[in-house]
């Protein structure tokens, strides 16, 4: 758990996010569009219920892909957060393929993955939330960026002999390190002024891509003192890249990725500073009781109605940031384990369901109260996925992508086909948030 810190200065917040100018969009239909706290499509509310597909580009040239998304689809699911990098490290639990490695070298079957990904998620009028790097291990991620410019050197997460918050502290490095910040403009530049090979629509005329993200989970370190010192340039990585992709894709929002208030040393003020940024279109949160310690997995029982009260009232929080600020909000990441914390197919997703409803139900109050909440994306989809070690484990050189990524067991969090009562609440959300 992180420490719970007090509301950031005032004076700290202004100067490290000044206010900037609106930057231009043209008319075109069919992209997605921030109008104060509500995101509007073609004149009208959009919110949705979606989901996180993040390996969509690794499964872009199998025939898997369309019927995963004809099934998300046919559960009402309408917007998808995938990732659009991966940075080829010796991370320990870091996915293979990688997109690119130090040398400036792209796997092509990646990048044409994500271009089939898009062609198909954009011909059932879905919606892809793209993300260009990652804060954790699992995909490289900044920790790459670092070890490719610092001589070599890295820290793996949950490394014994570099116990939390040494991890995260040594991530932070990243914001300051202008060599590893330019490579990373570098792939920003790469993947936003791309042309999809399949559509030959560049990806910055796409209306299928509704937002840009930063990063999965950018956070500016793991303890406080490390935090301080790196706000500045924390801020202004924030503010340089958002800027960046407005001007290469100014059709399209973005946002930052943030977990919200536990990314944020639970700060409030750090949250609205970190997002204030004119270019930067919405607040994002995300919610994980029991990685947060919310919910003891040895006795989910015992402790689920206090997990499921302490969610509630995180996303509470949240939509009165963004009430604050006057964004939109989504909540694009959450996760519950099965009942138990086992991970087989044919244990019961109960207590998963009760968080399910939770978020989805607050975006449907929201949408009838005319509040910020415009939507969600639970983690994660593992669709026709199965685990192919009796451990759980991902290891390099397996194909069979789940929505639970390398470092975690593959059922631990992700929704399978399967899933009846779990898809059922999807679903039955997805009806009534479409008839508000």
């Known amino acids: 758990m992180l420490n719970r810190r007090t509301v950031l200065a005032a004076s700290i917040a202004t100067a490290a996010a000044p206010a900037r100018p609106a930057l231009a969009q043209t008319s075109a239909a069919g992209f997605v569009r921030r109008d104060g706290p509500r995101l509007t499509l073609d ?71 994500l271009d089939h990904a898009l062609a198909a998620i954009g011909a059932r009028g879905m919606k892809a939330v793209l993300y260009l790097t ?48 330019a490579r990373y403009h570098a792939h920003v530049r790469r993947i936003v002024g791309r042309v999809n090979t399949v ?12 937002a840009w993200q930063l990063a999965n989970e950018p956070r500016p370190g793991g303890s406080g003192a490390v935090v301080d010192g790196a706000l500045p340039d924390f801020q202004a990585w924030i503010a340089s890249t ?44 995300h919610v994980w009781p029991a990685n947060w310690n919310w919910l003891d997995r040895a006795d989910m029982a015992g402790t689920h109605d206090r997990a499921l009260s302490l969610a509630s009232d995180y996303v509470a929080r949240h939509i009165a940031l963004a009430q604050q600020a006057g964004k939109p909000l989504v909540v694009e990441e959450f996760g519950y384990p099965r009942n138990g914390d086992v991970y087989g197919l044919d ?26 909440l415009v939507g969600s994306n639970f983690w994660a989809w593992n669709g026709e996925g199965r685990a192919r070690h009796a451990d759980f484990r ?12 390398p470092h975690e067991p593959q059922g631990w969090y992700g929704v399978f086909d399967d899933d009846r009562s779990t898809r059922a609440v999807i679903r039955s959300r997805a009806a ?3 008839a508000v």
């Open 43 to 113: 004149g009208k509310p959009y919110r949705f219920v979606g989901a996180n597909l993040w390996y969509a580009a690794w499964i872009g040239h199998e025939d898997r892909l369309a019927r995963e998304l004809d099934a998300l689809a046919s559960d009402g699911v309408s917007n998808l957060r995938i990732a659009a990098s991966a940075e080829l490290s010796p991370l320990k639990n870091s996915v293979r393929p990688a997109f690119h490695d130090q040398d400036g070298r792209y796997d092509e079957a990646l990048l044409t993955g």
């Open 134 to 181: 990652n804060f954790w291990e699992w995909s490289g991620g900044m920790a790459a960026y670092l070890q490719w410019t610092n001589g070599g050197h890295y820290i793996d997460a949950n490394d014994p002999a570099h116990p939390w918050p040494e991890f995260p502290d040594f991530v932070s490095g990243f914001y300051r390190s202008p060599d590893a910040v």
């Open 199 to 210: 559509t030959g629509t560049p990806y910055a005329e796409d209306p299928a891509i509704m």
């Open 242 to 285: 958002a800027r960046l992709i407005k001007t290469l894709a100014p059709n399209h929002l973005v946002s930052t990725g943030s977990e919200g208030l536990m990314g944020s040393m639970e700060r409030p003020g750090l949250v609205l500073s970190s997002q204030a940024d004119d270019a930067v279109d919405y607040h994002t949160a």
């Open 347 to 372: 244990v019961s997703t109960s207590m998963r369901d009760d968080l399910y409803a939770l978020i989805q139900d607050a975006v449907i109050a929201s949408a009838r109260e005319g509040g910020p």
């Open 394 to 405: 991902f290891r390099t050189g397996d194909t069979a992508f789940l929505g639970d990524p």
């Open 432 to 434: 009534a948030l479409a």
